[in-house]
């Protein structure tokens, strides 16, 4: 254990500050002004406040902190049951950034939910402020059981916020499915949180005590279990567990490169932007798994904070336009809106490029890196790995084609609709947190711009750099340490193409870059003019597919309806008849058989004398027979 | 002398409130309950015990004089309390005062009847978790029967004539078949113990000091190890019906359905874990080793009645009794807990009986604020609930999500321990694999209740009765949001209860440990 006092001692107030948001719209919001808003933007500003000093405190002294909190049980046998905080460079960047974002949002939803006299905003309040604590104890938890926790409660503010419209159909649907489908996950993600604790006793992501090495079937079946559900951030926490195992490693990269194309030909023919946005992210997580799985654990962490940036302005800025499009979502309604809309298109157009991976936006650097990362680790004669570099790559043209069709439909060509033509004006409060994360968008890619440390010599690549710093190491969570693992465990090497590692650096970069050029060139000129056409109605049957997300929700609602709810009425159908029917047949049989008795009572003396009788000579016949007096 | 006067108060309250004018009887009702209440909490905070009462741990607040002589037999007055029973007393008291305050909208004919009964039967409860003496136990334990008979029978739906003689004698032959089996245990042990105490007898089994049982008049025996399987099944079975495990459920939906309300309360509360209760108490206590050895059969057991009870509860439109089917499935996590026979297990099952207890109560309960208002409890017969009774609603997203074992609340601890300890189970042959199957529950679970939310609470507001709704008394939620808290509470701090219950568990598993 690392336990430095001061600062960090107050770190624990990251989460409790958006907690007593929660409690403050839950329980007082209706009464409050702007209903639980500001509790909950001065709550999540103080927590941004507070990372980002913890931040600064472990880059200055290069001390991380690893402390127990709050006993859940006290141990026995040799479990180690407990809630503690963990403070190394990764989560310390993580709370800068989920806190950033969650401040913004609650910004931002003063425009998008009070300005627009939405009801129940206590309740979206609380939500959110539950969200935000959830999320950021999920960051600075010390074990996998409290993450665990977190995760679970993030699942259940999903479940609240997308359910926030809950007197339509629709929304409360959707919430059901969204958290059925991450339960589905979380079965095994408890599955191996309970196979970790029972098999080595404590689930510390730090230091010496953390999860040992060893392959026995067990470690196996929870390697597996827990994958499936972790999520990037976990499989970045967890990294020095996956880092052992060479084939899960190899498997976790080309599952993420096939995600990162797979999810991105979805968002092709998708008409409403926020479902754009949806199936990109799945994709650009795809890319995170990707360098994961590469060996690549500072690439995936740089393209996790550009992402998160780049990816939050995007839906800011998405949130803005349907404001102004009277809650209108469908691209083909818009069109035009950037003469009446500056800052939101600007930013908008500089998110947009970010995630298309253009030179010099955040995308580029950190999306670059990733495939650099994979393709190195590849050449060194993986073929897994080069597999899913071959299917990254592909994703990145096709991400350049949809982003850049998304930003023609909505903001260029003439209005296609009175609502466009006269779009609803936006304040200061949307405004302001999609210029602070548009800067960044911009520029964020400069925090490890790593092919110009390499091709300069000098020390930019300071993500790398931070990551590696002293406090990692003392918890074994450094970057460093992982990429030994990597390599004496996993066996990755780098390799390179003819000419060294440079020129497979600038080449891999080149490659890409043209990619998403050309990808967005494509868009351009297919949906430029002033009314575009529908191109992607050429792709027939295929774009059927992509409509349909390749079918995966028939999928879903036959697994759900025609295999589960079939089963259940089939099982309740067996049970009335087959279990119950045979506990009712014991009481008819005996009511039968009672009722045939009664009939012997029937109260004539002469009856029961000729039974007497008759019973005194059967039993005579029987003694004769069975004592052998015959 | 505390205990008799937790049985005492409400048996002459139950007197006093039977004879009472019936417009005061739910109010003097509430009061005689809130006495025992109050001093089970005092018992709670003051309690001294430690180790298992069985196990010749120190036993709290314990009385015990010579009653009478059954032949060979002393039938001592023994009472006390342990880390096992305490906790259970005190949700006794607990969900009977809640009860009594979730009867007053719903019960307008003969309350005093009603109310009597209640508090009758909270006094047998007590006297079921607090009884060391075999006979005084079965005495409390079939005293129980009899109130709940009439309150089905008397206040129930439409069916509750049915019902209520099914509940009556299908749990009434249980008992039976139970009693012979624990009776041969005792007669196997002959000259060994001199009393019908249950320390005695316990600590006798587990010394391993059973013999051969005679069979009079033909000179043959029963081997003691066939006398102790036969007798391990027997009362296995007895207490099955009583949880209830699939294959013996069937009784219970239908008591649920056709129950009053504050009735279903304390079915699903308290009433189940008299059988897991006696399970430990008897079956898992006594004969540890018959437990090895049947291991297998009952963890499967455990796992169909998780899965398949949570199939059911799926297949179901009525809220009553989708809530009665996954009473099924959670109880089925407590079998698979006691049968793991480890620290976490043995743990996990009894927190599992509080939590279980709670939540379901706090289920139940909404559903019947809901039915006050609407006079249907079918899922197809309305939608939007949420937009004319907000608190209530929101009262059962936080029971149903605690039903779906999320974290912070308490059926998540009770849910984890027992995984933990099933998972390393050393008695149970592939126990990761048992655990892993009895925990895809969380998924079906998760299934069953947000469907059926989604269709009764949210969307547009329609009702198919002819009611007019608004917002529920506030007494009744008073009750649940009481449940929601004490919820929150065990499960952010579950050391308040697993501390003392693992104290007693502990003692029952340890010999355990060293079975082969």
């Not at chain 2, 005061?24 to 298992?52: H, I, Q």
Request: proline share 4%.
């Amino acid at each position: 254990m690392v336990t430095v006092a001061g600062i960090y001692a107050y770190a624990p107030a990251i989460a409790a500050l958006p907690l007593a948001s929660f409690l403050v719209a839950l329980f007082a919001g209706r009464w409050l002004p702007k209903e639980g808003a500001l509790a909950g933007i001065l709550a999540t500003g103080g927590s941004l406040v507070l990372s980002a000093v913890t931040l600064v405190e472990l880059v200055l002294t290069g001390e991380g902190y690893d402390e127990r909190l709050y006993t859940f049980v006290a141990p026995a046998e040799t479990f180690d049951l407990g809630f503690g905080v963990l403070i190394d460079p990764l989560s310390a960047a993580m709370l800068v950034i989920v806190s950033l974002i969650a401040f913004l949002v609650h910004v931002f939803s003063l425009g998008y939910m009070n300005d627009e006299g939405e009801p129940g905003l206590p309740r979206y309040y609380a939500g959110l402020g539950l969200f935000s604590f959830s999320m950021l104890a999920f960051v600075f938890a010390s074990n996998l059981l409290m993450a665990f926790v977190f995760f679970e409660l993030v699942g259940l503010c999903s479940w609240l916020l997308i359910g926030h419209w809950y007197r339509e159909a629709a929304p409360p649907s959707a919430a059901k499915k969204a958290f059925l489908v991450t339960r589905f996950g979380d079965y095994f993600f408890l599955v191996g949180l309970v196979g970790v604790l029972a098999t080595f006793g404590t689930a510390r992501f730090a230091g010496e005590g953390g999860f040992p090495a060893g392959p026995t079937p067990v470690s196996a079946l929870i390697h597996a279990a827990t994958m499936v559900a972790a999520g990037v951030f976990l499989l970045a926490r967890m990294y020095g567990f996956y880092a052992l195992l060479p084939t899960v490693l190899a498997i976790i990269a080309f599952t993420g490169g096939f995600t990162a194309l797979f999810a991105a030909s979805m968002a092709v023919v998708k008409d409403e932007i926020k479902q754009v946005l949806a199936y990109s992210t799945i994709s650009q997580y795809g890319y995170m798994m990707l360098a994961l799985g590469a060996g690549g654990y500072v690439a995936a962490f740089f393209h996790l904070t550009t992402h998160a940036v780049f990816k939050a302005l995007l839906f800011l800025g998405a949130g803005s336009v349907i404001i102004a499009m009277h809650h209108e979502e469908d691209m083909w309604l818009m069109g035009g809106l950037k003469e009446e809309m500056r800052v939101t298109y600007l930013t908008f157009v500089a998110g947009s490029l970010a995630l298309a991976g253009i030179f010099p936006f955040a995308g580029f650097w950190s999306k670059d890196e990733v495939l650099f990362e994979t393709l190195v680790h590849g050449l060194g004669a993986n073929p897994l790995l080069l597999g899913g570099y071959l299917l990254g790559l592909s994703a990145v043209f096709v991400t350049g084609f949809y982003t850049l069709r998304m930003v023609m439909l909505t903001f260029h060509g003439d209005p296609r609709t009175d609502a466009a033509a006269d779009p609803h004006g936006v304040g200061w409060n949307v405004k302001f947190p999609l210029a602070v994360l548009g800067v960044l968008a911009t520029v964020g890619g400069y925090l490890n711009p790593a092919p110009l440390a390499k091709l300069t010599g000098a020390e930019v690549d300071f993500l790398h750099r931070y990551l590696d710093g002293p406090a990692s190491e003392e918890l074994l969570t450094s970057a460093h340490h992982y990429g030994d693992l990597t390599h004496e465990w996993a066996g990755y090497t780098a390799g390179s193409v003819a000419g060294g590692e440079t020129a497979t650096m600038l080449g891999g970069a080149g490659l890409s870059l043209a990619l998403a050029l050309a990808g967005a060139g494509t868009a351009f000129v297919l949906y430029r003019g002033p009314d575009p056409d529908r191109h992607t109605e050429a792709l027939g049957d295929l774009r059927t597919v992509l409509v349909s997300n390749y079918y995966q929700d028939e999928y879903q609602v036959w697994l759900a309806e025609g295999l589960t709810l079939r089963t259940a009425i089939a099982a309740d159908t067996f049970d009335q008849g087959v279990i119950d029917g045979a506990v009712d047949a014991v009481s008819s049989v005996s009511l039968f058989s009672g009722d045939r008795l009664r009939r012997l009572q029937t109260g004539v003396v002469t009856n029961y004398a000729a039974l007497i009788a008759l019973s005194v000579l059967l039993g005579l016949a029987a003694f004769a027979v069975v004592g052998g007096w015959l | 002398m505390l205990v008799e006067a937790l049985i005492a108060v409400p048996l002459v309250g139950a007197a006093v409130v039977a004879v009472a004018p019936n417009e005061y009887a739910e109010r003097l009702a509430l009061g005689v309950s809130a006495v025992p209440l109050v001093g089970s909490l005092y018992m709670y905070l003051a309690f001294d015990g430690s180790g298992n009462a069985l196990l010749g741990g120190d036993v709290a607040y314990e009385t015990f004089f010579e009653w009478l002589t059954l032949g060979p037999y002393a039938v001592n007055y023994h009472v006390g309390l342990d880390g096992i029973s305490l906790p259970l007393v005190v949700m006794t008291t607990v969900l009977t005062t809640l009860s009594i305050l979730s009867a007053w909208t719903p019960i307008d004919d003969r309350q005093r009847q009603f109310y009597g009964l209640m508090l009758f039967m909270e006094a047998a409860l007590v006297g079921v978790f607090a009884a060391l003496d075999f006979l005084l136990w079965f005495v409390f334990w079939e005293a129980v029967l009899v109130p709940m008979y009439f309150l089905i029978g008397v206040w129930g739906g439409p069916r509750r004539k049915y019902a209520a003689i099914k509940f009556f004698v299908y749990t009434n032959i249980a008992s039976l078949v139970m009693f012979i089996g624990f009776f041969a245990l005792v007669f196997g042990l002959g000259d060994a113990v001199g009393s019908t105490g249950l320390p005695e007898i316990a600590q006798a089994l587990r010394a391993g000091q059973l013999g051969a049982l005679g069979l009079p008049g033909t000179g043959a025996a029963i081997p003691a190890d066939v006398l102790a399987l036969s007798a391990f099944v027997a009362m296995f079975v007895g207490f099955a019906v009583k949880v209830p495990v699939v294959p013996f459920h069937t009784w219970l939906p239908d008591a649920h359905v056709e129950a009053p309300t504050p009735a279903s309360v304390m079915l699903a509360g308290v009433l189940l874990k008299m059988g897991t209760y006696a399970l430990l108490r008897f079956n898992f206590t006594m004969l540890p080793e018959q437990a090895a050895t049947l291991a297998v059969p009952i963890a499967a057991v455990a796992v169909v009645s998780v899965i398949y009870g949570a199939l059911l509860a799926l297949a179901q439109s009525d809220l009553k009794r989708i809530v009665a089917y996954s009473s099924v499935s959670s109880m089925g996590y407590v079998i698979l807990g006691l049968v793991a026979y480890s620290y976490y297990g043995v743990g996990g099952a009894t927190f599992q009986m509080i939590a279980h207890g709670l939540i379901s109560g706090l289920l139940f309960m909404t559903v019947g604020v809901f039915y006050n208002a609407t006079h249907t409890r079918m899922v197809g017969d309305m939608s939007g609930l949420a937009d004319r009774m907000p608190v209530t609603a929101s009262v059962f997203v936080a029971g149903a999500f605690a039903y779906m074992g999320l974290p912070l609340m308490a059926g998540f601890a009770a849910e984890l321990f027992i995984f933990l300890g099933a998972f390393r189970s050393t008695v149970l042959p592939a126990a990761p694999l048992f655990t892993a199957a009895a925990m895809f529950g969380i998924v079906v679970v998760a299934g069953y209740l947000l469907w059926a939310m989604q269709r009764s609470l949210f969307g547009p507001f329609r009702l198919e009765t002819d009611y007019d709704v608004g917002r529920a008394p506030v007494h009744d939620v008073a009750a649940i949001v009481t449940l929601v808290g004490l919820i929150v509470l065990l499960g952010t701090a579950p050391e308040l209860l697993y501390d003392m219950m693992s104290d007693a568990t502990v003692d029952v598993v340890e010999m355990g440990g060293e079975l082969p």
